[in-house]
């Protein structure tokens, strides 16, 4: 059974920092790519950051300079660090793994970040 159980969400304030973590189990992780969306109330779910199995990232235009991705094969996590915060990273952060050879999208529950001004 494949799970995604993110941890590391909560309330800070605008210029603060945050550290989300995403526990995965029931498929070979270190072939996936592992990534995070986010979606705010009201809009769509948006790409944050993905790191590939080889490594590899991309960000989100927004996020760029702030957040960084990355992830531990030996322990099947996936982190997600996020300094400088602002208002407008409030969302709910989903952890996300995509298996390329048999399409396979996994999402977890989902962890909620709220920034304050």
């Known amino acids: 059974q494949v799970q995604l159980v993110e941890s590391g969400g909560g309330l800070v304030q605008a210029g603060g920092s945050l550290r989300l973590s995403c526990a995965a189990s029931?498929?070979?992780?270190?072939?996936?790519?592992m990534g995070w969306y986010r979606q705010a109330p009201g809009k769509q779910r948006e790409l944050v950051a993905v790191?590939?199995?080889?490594?590899?990232?991309n960000y989100a235009d927004s996020v760029k300079g702030r957040f960084t991705i990355s992830r531990d094969n030996a322990k099947n996590t996936v982190s997600l660090q996020m300094l400088s915060l602002k208002p407008e990273d409030t969302a709910v952060y989903y952890c996300?793994?995509?298996?390329?050879?048999?399409?396979?999208?996994?999402w977890g529950q989902g962890t909620q970040v709220t920034v304050s001004s």
């Open positions: 029931g498929f070979i992780f270190s072939i996936n790519t």
């Open positions: 790191i590939t199995s080889g490594g590899n990232t």
């Open positions: 996300y793994s995509h298996n390329h050879r048999d399409d396979l999208h996994y």
